[in-house]
């Protein structure tokens, strides 16, 4: 039997070495209980009872405490005419709680920076304090609160949109996330990846607050979030402290709608290269080009975010010597970002409105597609390890970015995953850079997008919403009243007791039958008999 370290609401068991595997504690008891689960790298895992999964990250040389909760939901989690609906939460989580009325304020009063953040895979909202004792359990009661006791109200909805809004004017006014919207949009047929966090317009504005109250109420619970403390604390204490605030809190029943499914819309294989083309107002071009390449869990992603390093860095990167040096744009860029399932590599390219946008294009792709000629060396894999490692080691001091970095590899599948991929990194050969390029950036894969400015919108074609139909039909009474016609038994006896036979000069026959036929029809059919006879023996 392996042994794990409990702690008790109001008091711990005796703290043994910790363990590979979760366990269950030893004896029920009427109080929370935190469970260790795993150590890696100095940080600790613990799960209380109700399924609230949080991170320990003590760091005595410094000043601060990071307080970061991450929950599993963002925009892959959102239902037809839900778009935006993950976003709109984390503003209108802010808004406040019976017990916490007024968030922002509260968090300026303790000198506290703060922040949240939507992506794809989850949710995250995180504070820095001063390390003191007093904040740490503030916010780990704030955070708790704002778990279960957010209004989420109509009236917040309301009071927010017009922030809610100026972002995603901010966004649909910005031609490179537009454009990167819209390449992505085009990658991802059927996958949510291809929406934006952000939202439509039209859910973000006319969801009903019933649906968001449901979404909240689903998806904001212990059993799906990761909670992170990081920074100048004292470990046991700090268990005891996330014991008290979240033990309270109940295992959600996850029954019937409130069920959480894994997401199982695959992407087929891309059967081709695909393009789209704005143009809207702008002042630059751009070249934008996605390829879809595996999740961040997968054994290729540390060789994929390598070969991303290696084409994107600056100015040692093959896309800023090859098209930025050379004069045909004047930036370049790249993301290999790790989602919890099959991503994407983008690449893309800014030009100057005088500039040839074909030109840098063609650069561009030639760049991307031309490893199986120019495959990479060792030197620039080699420097884009030591960058990747550096990132890592940044992340890793700092309490405020490893509780984010933490949240995010939390939802690609385990925090965990973010040591197999520091390691994998440091692995890579330019092999298996090769090999991942090769597999990958192939152009049957590919999403090209190009960006064309204009100095005002150019026409479009507005199309008007649909009317109501009930006031269209309401008074509406048609014109002249069509005939219905009569009941008719198509009965071989009534058939004939109506039809009247004759036959034409020429020896047509014909078969008249009267009958009233709804709208006055009348039907008309011919028979032709036409060939000659085979009799037997013929060929």
């Known amino acids: 039997m392996k042994l794990t370290e409990v702690f008790i609401l109001g008091a711990f068991a005796v703290g043994i070495a910790a363990t590979a595997e ?44 990071a307080v970061d909760i991450t929950y599993l939901v963002g925009s892959r989690h959102e239902g037809y005419g839900e778009t935006g609906m993950a976003h709109l939460l ?43 004792e007093d904040n740490l359990a503030w916010a780990l009661g704030l955070e708790a609160d704002r778990m279960v006791n957010s209004y989420i109200s109509a009236k917040d909805i309301e009071s927010e949109m017009t922030v809610v809004r100026n972002e995603w004017e901010l966004h649909e006014n910005d031609p490179v996330r537009i454009l990167k919207e819209r390449v992505l949009s085009t990658a991802f047929l059927w996958h949510n990846y291809g929406n934006a966090p ?45 014991a008290e605030k979240f033990g309270p809190i109940p295992h959600p029943d996850r029954s019937a709608a409130n069920r959480l499914y894994e997401t199982y819309t695959v992407e087929p294989t891309q059967d081709g290269e695909r ?3 704005l143009r809207r107002v702008g002042d630059v071009q751009l070249v934008a080009v996605v390829y879809h390449v595996p999740s961040g869990s997968h054994a290729h992603f540390a060789a994929v975010q390598v ?17 930025v040096e050379t004069g045909l744009a004047a930036e370049t860029f790249t993301a290999t970002d790790a989602f919890k399932e099959p991503g994407v590599l983008l690449a893309g390219a800014k030009v100057r409105r005088e500039g040839d946008l074909s030109n840098a294009a063609e650069a561009l792709l030639a760049t991307l597609q031309g490893f199986a000629d120019k495959p990479p060396t060792a030197e620039e894999v080699d420097r884009a390890k030591r960058e990747l490692a550096a990132e890592f080691e940044h992340e890793f001091s700092d309490p405020g970015a490893i509780g984010g970095a933490l949240g995010h590899w939390a939802a690609v599948g385990n925090w965990r995953l973010m040591f197999v991929h520091r390691d994998r990194a440091a692995e890579v050969t330019p092999d298996d850079v090769l090999d991942v390029a090769k597999a990958y950036l192939k152009a049957s894969n590919r999403t090209v997008g190009y960006f064309h400015p204009a100095d005002e919108t150019p026409p479009r074609a507005e199309i008007p919403a649909s009317p109501d139909v009930a006031a269209l039909v309401s008074r509406y009474t048609g014109g002249e009243s069509v005939a219905e016609g009569e009941a008719f038994e198509p009965t071989p006896a009534n058939i004939e007791s109506r039809t009247t036979r004759l036959t ?32 037997s023996g013929s060929p």
Request: charged share 20%.
């Open 22 to 65: 979760a366990s269950e504690p030893s004896a029920a008891t009427p109080s929370a209980v935190a469970t260790k689960v795993a150590t890696v790298g100095g940080i600790t895992e613990y799960r209380l009872d109700n399924g609230l999964r949080f991170l320990l990250v003590p760091d005595r040389s410094q000043q601060q405490i």
């Open 90 to 132: 984390e503003h209108l989580v802010f808004k406040g709680t019976p017990n916490h009325p007024h968030i922002s304020q509260e968090l300026i009063e303790r000198g506290a920076s703060y922040n949240a953040t939507t992506f794809i895979d989850r949710t995250s909202y995180y504070e820095t304090f001063p390390a003191e």
């Open 198 to 242: 952000i939202g439509a317009r039209a859910d973000i504005e006319n969801v009903p607050i019933e649906r968001l109250q449901a979404f909240y109420r689903k998806y904001y619970q212990p059993d799906n979030a990761v909670l992170v403390v990081a920074g100048r604390f004292d470990p046991e204490r700090a268990v005891e402290l996330v």
């Open 275 to 277: 393009t789209v083309t």
């Open 307 to 323: 070969l991303g390093n290696l084409l994107g860095a600056q100015p040692a990167g093959r896309l800023y010597k090859n098209v």
């Open 504 to 535: 034409l000069a020429g020896g047509v026959k014909v078969a008249l039958l009267p009958k009233e036929n709804r709208g006055d029809a009348v039907s008309v059919s011919f028979s032709f008999r036409h060939g000659a006879a085979i009799t």
